[in-house]
Structure formats: C-alpha cells, structure tokens
Nanobody, 119 residues
C-alpha cells in the first residue's frame, strides 16, 4: 500500500515563494503519474500540475504556468512543487495524488498542506 505525505506549506506574502513536497512510501514503483490538486475556500478542488513518474514530463494549468514548477526525485520517491510569484488566489489546501497504475484514476491521496498567501 502506497501512502502519500505532504510537507512544506505555510504563510507567505504575495510575490514570495514556497516549495511543497510529497513523499510516497510503500510500493511506490507502480506509480505512473503524480499530481498536485488544490482546494481554495468555498471552491471546488482543481488540478494544478502533474508529472509522469517515468519520463518526468510535466503538465500545468494555465494559471500557474511560468510561476510553478513540478519535479520529482525517483530515488527519494518524492515530488516537489516550487511555487514562485505567489498570489493571494493561490491560497488553498494543496494535496498530492497519484495514479497507482495505468488503468486507474487518482486513487492515492495525501492529507493536504495549507498554503496561505497574504496580500
């Protein structure tokens, strides 16, 4: 069983930077895609960025392109989201998720980490 644990959230001023991490424990070798989702207060959860675990190919929503960078370290089973030029509208609980096989959807989820951007 794979477990996902996020870390690195916090409070930052607008224009600042944060890096959040997600570490997979257990049988992480089966993971094919890992992604970041976020849920802002009063809003639906939205996809933010994802990365192919084998190739490292990233993909982003338009609102974070050029500001956020997703990466992974296979040796550490860890995914990162470097967030630069943060805006108050980036305030949300950020959760990592993984697809445990090519045939599954996002079936593994972390508990989430709070990111708060003050204006």
């Amino acid at each position: 069983q794979v477990q996902l644990v996020e870390s690195g959230g916090g409070l930052v001023q607008a224009g600042g930077s944060l890096r959040i991490s997600c570490t997979a424990s257990g049988r992480a070798s089966s993971v094919v895609v890992m992604s970041w989702f976020r849920r802002a207060p009063g809003k639906e959860r939205e996809f933010v960025a994802g990365i192919s675990w084998s190739s490292g190919d990233p993909f982003y929503i338009d609102s974070v392109k050029g500001r956020f960078t997703i990466s992974r370290d296979n040796a550490k089973n860890t995914m990162y989201l470097q967030m630069n030029n943060l805006k108050p509208e980036d305030t949300a609980i950020y959760s990592c998720a993984a697809r445990s096989s090519a045939l599954s959807g996002y079936d593994l989820w972390g508990q989430g980490t709070q990111v708060t951007v003050s204006s």
